[in-house]
């Protein structure tokens, strides 16, 4: 059988009267993309968040690494935290920071005993899994947007992550450089060998990178496959208006 990595089961949140989540059940499975979509204010977020410990669920379970995360202990959340890379839709670069400093950083914090060299030789072989070796001596703001999605995802697979996260990998970019991005996503997979969630409203993106897509529909999943079996063919209204916009209105 194959691993799970993620495994949710009736996962349920609300914030007042508003229920966001409502029995959501998804695995995801070691090795592999998996694409998550939903409208505006659809939960996507709170269901990262509480994947990661930063909000806690009302009822249901998230097993993330074989650990119910609610369970554990700040000590232990911490650990885990390190095992999950989180490549945020702004890149989070420090921008008082070049790039090589950026990448030091969580490396010094997280990992002792790391020799200069050590620490120059993971920089650079990533600088170079990204494709951007020659800008290890520049500042975030000499970098194109493309470019510092980049050196955010090289910053995040530092730590060398079991499971990445990439929230919105390809907003506000032009096609060839989402594209780029589509095609780093991929690779990071058959390199590093990790399983991803790849949070988008992208569908070219969602296709291009996703071996499964999961689409939160009223606090559920109601669809979930590959991108030829949710997509092209659904009758459900709201995943066809999703299709629909990106592919005919585009
Ligand atoms: N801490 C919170 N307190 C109250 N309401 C919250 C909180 N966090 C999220 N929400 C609400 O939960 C709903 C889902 O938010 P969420 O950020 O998960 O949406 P999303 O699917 O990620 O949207 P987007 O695609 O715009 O990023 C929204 O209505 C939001 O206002």
């Not at 029995?23 to 269901?47: A, H, T």
């Not at 291009?208 to 590959?226: E, I, K, P």
């Amino acid at each position: 059988m194959e691993e799970k990595v993620v495994e949710i089961r009736g996962l349920e949140k609300s914030f007042g009267d508003l229920d966001v989540l409502k029995g959501v059940d998804l695995d995801l499975y070691k090795g592999e993309n998996l694409v998550v979509l939903g409208k505006s204010g659809s939960g996507k977020s709170v269901l990262i968040k509480i994947m990661v410990g930063l909000l806690k669920q009302d009822s249901g379970s998230m097993h993330v690494l074989g650990k119910e995360v609610s369970k554990l202990k700040t000590r232990e959340l911490n650990e885990l935290r390190l095992r999950i890379g989180f490549s945020f839709q702004n890149s989070a670069l420090y921008d008082s920071m070049t790039v090589r400093e950026n990448m030091e950083f969580p490396l010094v914090r997280n990992i002792k005993n790391l020799t200069k060299k050590e620490i120059t030789m993971k920089i650079e072989g990533l600088l170079d899994s990204v494709g951007l070796p020659q800008s290890i001596n520049q500042m975030p703001s000499e970098l194109s947007g493309g470019q510092k999605k980049r050196i955010g995802v090289a910053r995040t697979l530092i730590l060398e992550p079991e499971i990445m996260l990439y929230d919105e990998p390809t907003a506000g970019l032009d096609p060839i450089t989402c594209g780029e991005i589509n095609t780093l996503i991929k690779q990071v997979r058959e390199e590093y060998n990790t399983s991803s969630i790849v949070i988008t409203h992208d569908l070219t993106c969602a296709k291009d990178t996703g071996d499964r897509m999961a689409v939160l529909l009223d606090g559920q999943f109601d669809a979930v496959g590959t991108f030829e079996e949710v997509f092209p063919q659904a009758e459900d209204k709201r995943i066809k208006s999703f299709y629909d916009y990106n592919f005919i209105n585009s």
